[in-house]
């Protein structure tokens, strides 16, 4: 039996109250998780809203004797999955007319001071990452979980989940390495 | 189970991701508005699922065997209808 055991049996039993209290507990952990993969505040209000109205349609299903959490991170990591393909599929075509449009345009230098921001090199690299290189950064380094947990909410073996982390990390390196060189580059052409 | 130890930090790399993360998302809040309009997309979820949750009328709720026969009939001589009418037709086909 869980924390949440409770509530999840009341919501089982068709309290919206329960479903209002289970919000209260997990909203940040699902809108944090969900605005740090998709990168949209709107987007991430969306998922958070969906992620617990599949809790009260599918709540029959759901396990009450174990915790809740895990529940809501993999439907968390679903939506924002099916968020950012829908996205891309508009996105894509989209950022290849601009790309004909200011062709060379696009790198130019931005202000030093901007590149020097870690934030905003680090959340511009992990955007780079591929989607199940970024999920499982985003749930071991902000959520705090274990490799065992992403496993288990990812429904994949721990071994997956350590070879995404290490590839992403990897990545990570070469992508902040990247844009840690480039001012250098650029003052060569300035 | 904690598999963290099994993946040790090499560098401050870690150091730098996990701060990075926890500056930008770890003190952002959904807005206040977003719990009313949940609760509202709830109860309209909740009333639309019950109108596709029916109740089913008295008599099918029964076994097939145990409905009642409000009409005087059962199932075995709407079979035996058929049955007589597809003999008929048959039969009126073949001559």
Same mark, same amino acid.
């Given at each position: ?73 993999? $439907?968390?990591?679903?939506? @924002?999955?099916?968020?950012?393909? =829908?996205? %891309? ?5 989209? #950022? +290849? ?60 073996? $721990?071994?997956?989940?350590? @070879?995404?982390?290490?590839?992403? =990390?990897? %990545? ?5 390495? #990247? +844009? ?11 | ?95």
């Amino acid at each position: 039996m869980s924390q949440d055991t409770p509530l999840i049996q009341k919501l089982q039993a068709g309290d919206l109250e329960a479903l209002g209290a289970l919000y209260d507990q997990y909203r940040l952990t699902v809108y944090r998780t969900a605005l740090a993969v998709t990168r949209d505040p709107e987007a991430a209000e969306d998922i958070l809203q969906d992620a617990f109205l599949r809790l009260q349609a599918h709540a029959d299903q759901v396990n009450s004797e174990l915790p809740l959490a895990p529940w809501l991170y993999r $439907v968390t990591v679903n939506l @924002s999955y099916t968020w950012l393909t =829908r996205r %891309n599929r508009w996105r894509v075509p989209l #950022g +290849d007319f601009i790309d004909q449009l200011i062709g060379p345009a696009k790198h130019n230098p931005e202000p030093v001071a901007e590149r020097r921001d870690e934030q905003r090199l680090m959340q511009r690299a992990i955007d780079a990452l591929a989607f199940s290189q970024r999920v499982v950064i985003v749930l071991y380094y902000l959520n705090n979980l274990s490799l065992q947990e992403i496993a288990d909410i990812l429904g994949c073996p $721990v071994g997956t989940v350590k @070879s995404r982390l290490h590839y992403g =990390r990897e %990545n990570l390196r070469e992508l902040l390495n #990247g +844009d840690a060189q480039a001012p250098e580059v650029q003052y060569e052409f300035t | 189970m904690n598999s963290r130890e099994a993946c040790p930090p090499r560098d401050d790399l870690d150091a730098r991701i996990r701060q990075s993360l926890r500056a930008a998302y770890g003190n952002k809040c959904p807005a206040r508005g977003v719990r009313r309009q949940l609760m509202d997309r709830a109860a309209e979820q909740r009333r639309d699922l019950r109108k596709l949750a029916l109740p089913l009328p008295d008599w099918l709720s029964h076994s097939r065997t145990a409905r009642p026969m409000e009409s005087g009939w059962n199932h075995l001589d709407y079979i035996s209808l058929l049955s007589a009418l597809g003999f008929v037709g048959v039969t009126y086909a073949i001559r």
